[in-house]
């Protein structure tokens, strides 16, 4: 049976770019803070866990300064990420990047895909990523995942796992790259 390619939706931050351990690097090296990526256990507990007033403090230190860019141009690619994605178009599918970013980080984040040879020809970077049509998506967001779901219905949504996330009705877990790779090779088939 022949496969079709499918288009997959694929977040960046906390799916592809170890987000917070990139954070917390640069912590450590401005601040000479013990924190840990580990210690990340909520998804809007970023600014406590790094000792700043709110979240807007956190995303007005997150954003750079003359001396040094975003921290969205420190962040490293989960292992295997890369790789993965790279088979997955070497496959036939298409990625398709769908990531949501404040204005300030664009440049940094499209750097950031070029350093890294994402193999992709598509970059949405939207607030709603429901609005772009995919048939697969994978992310890690608790405020992303039940939109999908509710708004992509014959979608697969996958929620990558994390602790900030929790089992949702309607979304495949994935733990791994290679749980996504399984599951894409899976519904390429019965296309």
């Not at 697969?156 to 599951?183: E, I, K, M, Q, Y």
Request: glycine share 6%.
């Amino acid at each position: 049976m022949r496969t079709r390619g499918l288009r997959l939706g694929i977040d960046l931050d906390g799916v592809v770019a170890d987000f917070n351990a990139g954070w917390i690097k640069l912590h450590r090296e401005e601040f000479g803070s013990e924190l840990h990526p580990s210690m990340v256990q909520t998804w809007d507990g970023l600014a406590e866990l790094g000792g700043f007033d709110d979240m807007r403090a956190f995303w007005a230190w997150a954003k750079g300064s003359d001396l040094r860019p975003s921290i969205f141009r420190h962040l490293e690619p989960y292992p295997t990420a890369l790789d993965t994605l790279h088979r997955l178009r070497t496959d036939g599918h298409s990625i398709v990047v769908i990531t949501t970013k404040p204005e300030w980080a664009v440049t940094d984040t499209f750097r950031w895909l070029a350093d890294n040879r994402l193999p992709t020809r598509e970059v949405h970077i939207a607030d709603v990523k429901s609005t772009v049509e995919c048939d697969m998506y994978l992310d890690d967001s608790p405020h992303v995942l039940p939109d999908l779901i509710e708004n992509r219905p014959n979608a697969t949504v996958c929620r990558f796992v994390r602790p900030w996330n929790h089992p949702l009705d309607g979304a495949s877990d994935v733990d791994s790259w290679a749980t996504f790779h399984a599951l894409v090779t899976q519904r390429s088939s019965k296309s």
